[in-house]
């Protein structure tokens, strides 16, 4: 959507604190032992306390409130009472709600407890990546600029980005126009960021694999080439000087 209004601005606000406070608590309650599903409990229960519907549920259909997915899972894992959480696990929770009439999303992977399989590195690099996008963007900017830049700064760290995972536009729906935000550059695409246009920007720094593949439960997707991915994002305002981070309040960037 395009921001007309200080009423639209004050609906993306408020529907971004709703999935930010719901993301970041959700990480904090997040321990070993517990399932995926318990975890999904507890944050459709913040999301209600906000008056905030799931917008994977309302959009699609998703058997859950939020996608959690865990170690080899790239994305849209389901919450399930067979998943259960270990110490060290890869972590990626992706919140995303509709609050009156506005939609918002953001997502974050972190290390469940202390970090002995050694995942915090392609975390660090994710977050890192995604904050120098974000500052990189203002109205004109061609969103392949900004794809190229993600892949640039993934390939420096020994990583690779999945190409068939993007960012996308927000704000009256789940996904709007931009249809497709990329992590890397795609030369047919001469589309420009519009200053007052509200997008969800997303990394998907990848260990091995460039493009994810659905799994036969329909939902969950992993490595083409296996390895673990770390994904992190923000629905952000697009102004002609710095970006306005809806979702800041997250803790992604803490």
């Known amino acids: 959507m395009s921001i007309t209004n200080e009423a639209e601005l004050a609906g993306m606000r408020k529907a971004s604190e709703a999935v930010a406070c719901t993301l970041m608590e959700m990480r904090s309650y997040a321990q070993p032992g517990m399932t995926t599903k318990q975890l999904d409990e507890y944050g459709a229960k913040i999301l209600s306390d906000f008056g905030a519907k799931s917008a994977p549920y309302l959009t699609y259909g998703f058997p859950g409130w939020t996608c959690i997915s865990v170690n080899n899972e790239f994305c849209h894992g389901i919450p399930s009472d067979s998943r259960v959480l270990k110490e060290g696990d890869l972590v990626?929770?992706?919140?995303?709600?509709?609050?009156?009439?506005?939609?918002?999303?953001?997502?974050?992977?972190?290390?469940?407890?202390?970090?002995?399989?050694?995942?915090?590195?392609?975390?660090?690099?994710?977050?890192?990546?995604?904050?120098?996008?974000?500052?990189?963007?203002?109205?004109?900017?061609?969103?392949?600029?900004?794809?190229?830049?993600?892949?640039?700064?993934?390939?420096?760290?020994g990583y690779k980005v999945v190409k068939n995972l993007t960012g996308h536009g927000v704000g009256r729906s789940l996904h709007e126009e931009p249809n497709e935000i990329a992590n890397y550059r795609n030369r047919f695409n001469t589309t420009r960021f519009r200053k007052n246009s509200v997008v969800a920007i997303e990394t998907f720094i990848a260990t091995t694999s460039s493009y994810a593949q659905t799994l036969n439960d329909g939902w969950t997707m992993v490595g083409n080439r296996g390895g673990y991915m770390a994904q992190h994002e923000h629905t952000i305002v697009v102004t002609e000087g710095k970006p306005i981070i809806l979702t800041a309040m997250n803790g992604v960037w803490n």
């Open 92 to 157: 990626n929770i992706d919140v995303s709600a509709e609050l009156d009439g506005f939609w918002s999303d953001n997502g974050n992977s972190f290390v469940l407890g202390d970090d002995i399989n050694r995942h915090q590195k392609l975390i660090d690099a994710s977050k890192e990546i995604l904050h120098k996008a974000i500052y990189n963007i203002k109205g004109g900017v061609r969103i392949s600029d900004i794809g190229h830049l993600i892949e640039t700064e993934a390939k420096k760290r």
